[in-house]
């Protein structure tokens, strides 16, 4: 079992930043990748970004590429995710996720994770 916990989400006006925090506790040393997934309401569920565990190889949505960077502090088993330039279209609850450590493959899918966290808010207002 993994458990994940985000954190770090609230209301930013458009322009801001906030700094999104996943901490991964339980049997981290079976987690394969780390993705960051967001809902809006009234939205189907879409993928932000993603890490790999071993190497720290990320992936990025095109949406968010250039204004949000994905990165993991091993010793705090944590992954954050900076989010800078936010528009109010970024607007919705974030997800954390990982992956099982037998997977390979893209991390663009969510159903390939097989924990989820309880999800943050994130309000942008204009």
């Known amino acids: 079992q993994v458990q994940l916990v985000e954190s770090g989400g609230g209301l930013v006006q458009a322009g801001g930043s906030l700094r999104l925090s996943c901490a991964a506790s339980?049997?981290?040393?079976?987690?394969?990748?780390l993705g960051w997934f967001r809902q809006a309401p009234g939205k189907e569920r879409e993928f932000v970004a993603a890490i790999r565990w071993s190497d720290r190889s990320t992936y990025y949505a095109d949406f968010v590429k250039g204004r949000f960077t994905i990165s993991r502090d091993n010793a705090k088993n944590t992954v954050y995710l900076q989010m800078d330039s936010l528009k109010p279209e970024d607007t919705a609850v974030y997800f954390c996720?990982?992956?099982?450590?037998?997977?390979?493959?893209?991390?663009?899918?969510?159903?390939?994770?097989?924990?989820w966290g309880q999800g943050t808010q994130v309000t942008v207002s204009s």
């Open positions: 996720a990982c992956t099982p450590s037998t997977y390979s493959g893209t991390y663009s899918r969510g159903g390939v994770y097989n924990y």
């Open positions: 339980g049997r981290t040393f079976s987690i394969n990748g």
